[in-house]
């Protein structure tokens, strides 16, 4: 499927790196200056007001009550850091400096696109947030997920119609053609995996080791395919979200909100479209899924079961906190499950 990409230039494994640590280096020193800003002007988390399903968040307070206040967009800084890097490697390119950029209408856009567009829509339901706008500060329900899904349909038409993607490849097995079927499926897959990484996003450092370790595993699988320039977007996704992670580990400093979370997690989702893995990316994102999983699964208990829960609370990273094993033990174990999952993926993803 990679080769319906229109452009495939070479980037080396150097350049990659290069990328890599550029948006590492610029993430950490964009880090002050930003984080100040945030605090100048207010800009801090707020405490959720009820649940889902319109009830006391008892075990989220109980845990999170002293991060009232705590500095949040931060997800601005990661994607900032990206878009920073990918011009800087057009200007280089320009220059004479390097031979490619990562600019590429093949590779980049639409990763880049969808980064920017749920990037503003989690900024917009992160300001709402802070300043106490709608029932549950925050954009509505609907308003939200019809964003959702007007921005993945244009991208699920683009993905049918121009680039001409109508199959899902199944590991050890083969394409499966499946037609205009790939419109739903493709909107189904952004829309479950940006809410998943929003709902994993509720302890210190949790989503940000995930996602590195995310990106890592499918810029792996681009470089594999020959898709060096994805695989390059990919190393500076991990770079940027590692200089966010280095401040965000347990006691963070700040949080990426939902500018980031719904930003990285439906990006993931479409490289994992373009790169024809999306049968791995449950395997690589197994805790977003997890995660998600259990919110659909105590939501449906508490409605089917006159308000009886499967889990003590949803997202299950709660549940284990409602356990007291600590937000900082939570997140290591996580990641590692997030690790090893994503390791079984990529060996699927190689040789399958």
């Not at 948006?23 to 801090?44: C, D, H, W, Y």
């Not at 897959?189 to 990484?197: D, S």
Request: charged share 15%; net charge positive.
């Amino acid at each position: 499927m990679p080769d319906l990409l229109p452009f495939r230039p070479e980037v080396s494994l150097a350049a990659i790196l290069f990328y890599a640590a550029f948006a590492f280096a610029i993430g950490l020193m964009l880090t002050p200056p930003f984080v100040s800003f945030l605090r100048k002007n207010k800009i801090g988390k707020q405490l959720r007001v009820e649940t889902m399903d319109g009830r006391e968040p008892t075990v989220f307070r109980k845990y999170h009550q002293h991060k009232f206040g705590t500095p949040t967009m931060g997800g601005i800084l990661i994607w900032g850091s990206i878009l920073f890097t990918v011009l800087i490697s057009r200007l280089l390119s320009l220059g004479g400096a390097v031979e490619n950029s990562l600019l590429q209408r093949g590779q980049v856009y639409l990763p880049l696109f969808t980064m920017l567009a749920l990037g503003l829509l989690g900024g917009l339901d992160d300001y709402f947030n802070i300043t106490g706008v709608g029932k549950k500060r925050g954009l509505d329900v609907l308003p939200k997920i019809g964003a959702l899904l007007l921005i993945s349909t244009l991208g699920a038409l683009w993905f049918y119609g121009k680039l001409g993607y109508d199959s899902i490849y199944v590991p050890f097995y083969g394409d499966v053609i499946i037609g205009a079927w790939y419109i739903p499926v493709f909107i189904f897959i952004l829309v479950a995996t940006a809410n998943a990484t929003n709902f994993t996003d509720g302890l210190d450092g949790l989503l940000g080791g995930l996602l590195v370790i995310a990106f890592g595993a499918f810029g792996v699988l681009a470089y594999i395919e020959g898709l060096m320039v994805l695989a390059a977007f990919c190393a500076v996704c991990v770079g940027a979200i590692a200089a966010f992670l280095w401040h965000n580990v347990p006691p963070a400093l700040f949080f990426m909100g939902d500018t980031g979370s719904l930003a990285l997690g439906g990006t993931l989702a479409v490289i994992a479209m373009m790169i024809d893995q999306v049968l791995v990316l449950p395997l690589i994102g197994f805790v977003f899924v997890l995660e998600m999983l259990s919110v659909i699964i105590q939501l449906t208990s508490k409605k089917l079961r006159g308000g009886k829960k499967v889990f003590r609370a949803a997202p299950i990273h709660h549940h284990f906190e409602a356990l007291e094993w600590g937000e900082s033990k939570v997140t290591m174990r996580l990641w590692i499950v997030g690790a090893f999952s994503a390791v079984v993926g990529l060996i699927i993803g190689v040789f399958g």
